[in-house]
């Protein structure tokens, strides 16, 4: 009904950048949210980043001032912008988003991406 497929991970050195992007196709009505989360191993899945309609964009303290997220509405697409990747950054990368139908605009239902791995090495 909904599919999210992301694309840009990759292996890349510390210090050096990558950019996810984050497509969302279907018999979609509206998109609430949208963002990035992650998870490495042993971890749980954590908030990345998010963008909310109407309101700017929040991202998790240990990234602030390195990633940053944007959106084009009109592609249902989002993008993760990562710059000054760190090891501690690597993980599976899931994007996920907050999607209406027409027939229930009311209803937000979460959906997510089948995960892009980002290895930052040392």
């Known amino acids: 009904q909904v599919q999210l497929v992301e694309s840009g991970g990759g292996l890349v050195q510390a210090g050096g950048s990558l950019r996810l992007s984050c497509a969302a196709s279907g018999s979609i009505f509206s998109i609430n949210l949208m963002g990035w989360y992650r998870q490495a191993p042993g971890n749980q899945r954590e908030l990345v980043a998010r963008?909310?309609?109407?309101?700017?964009?929040t991202y998790a303290d240990s990234v602030k001032g390195r990633f940053t997220i944007s959106r084009d509405n009109a592609k249902n697409t989002v993008y993760l912008q990562m710059n000054s990747l760190k090891p501690e950054d690597t993980a599976v990368y899931y994007c996920?988003?907050?999607?209406?139908?027409?027939?229930?605009?009311?209803?937000?239902?979460?959906?997510w991406g089948q995960g892009t791995q980002v290895t930052v090495s040392s």
């Open positions: 996920a988003a907050d999607v209406s139908f027409q027939s229930a605009a009311d209803k937000r239902f979460r959906y």
């Open positions: 963008v909310i309609s109407g309101f700017n964009p």
